[in-house]
């Protein structure tokens, strides 16, 4: 059991640097070519992934600034959630603004409606049958 986990680590070790690698925009990836990574974790089976997570990859800092420097806190780009964002903010108060003005002129119909009903209904009270001839 012992051998075949000496064998299965590194493999899976290799599998996942090797998937990461290949699913790493072109962009993040540091030093080298991604396919001299590519090689490199192929060829070198325990440290070429080692390597690969160590320096191969550019390492985004996480959302929220929760690392030690204070650099990284003051220059966030990333919101963490949709109340810490302003903009967002501020279209929720435009949409609540939209809002209340449909709402006002909407009862404002309503209102109208029933007071057009109510003077119907006191001209011809629903009794009363029309005798015209």
């Known amino acids: 059991m012992l051998r075949a986990l000496m064998f299965i680590l590194p493999l899976a070790l290799v599998i996942y640097s090797l998937i990461d690698c290949l699913n790493t925009p072109e962009d993040e990836v540091k030093h080298l070519p991604k396919v001299v990574w590519v090689i490199i ?40 959630a949709p109340d810490d964002n302003p903009e967002f903010l501020r279209s929720l108060k435009e949409e609540n603004k939209k809002d209340e003005a449909l709402l006002k002129d909407w009862e404002a119909d309503l209102r109208r409606r029933e007071e057009e009903l109510k003077r119907r209904e006191q001209e011809h009270p629903r009794g009363e049958k029309d005798t015209e001839n």
């Open 41 to 80: 974790i192929l060829l070198f089976w325990i440290v070429g992934p080692i390597v690969w997570f160590a320096a191969g990859k550019l390492r985004r800092p996480p959302a929220g600034g929760r690392t030690p420097s204070e650099w990284h806190r003051n220059h966030r780009h990333e919101w963490v």
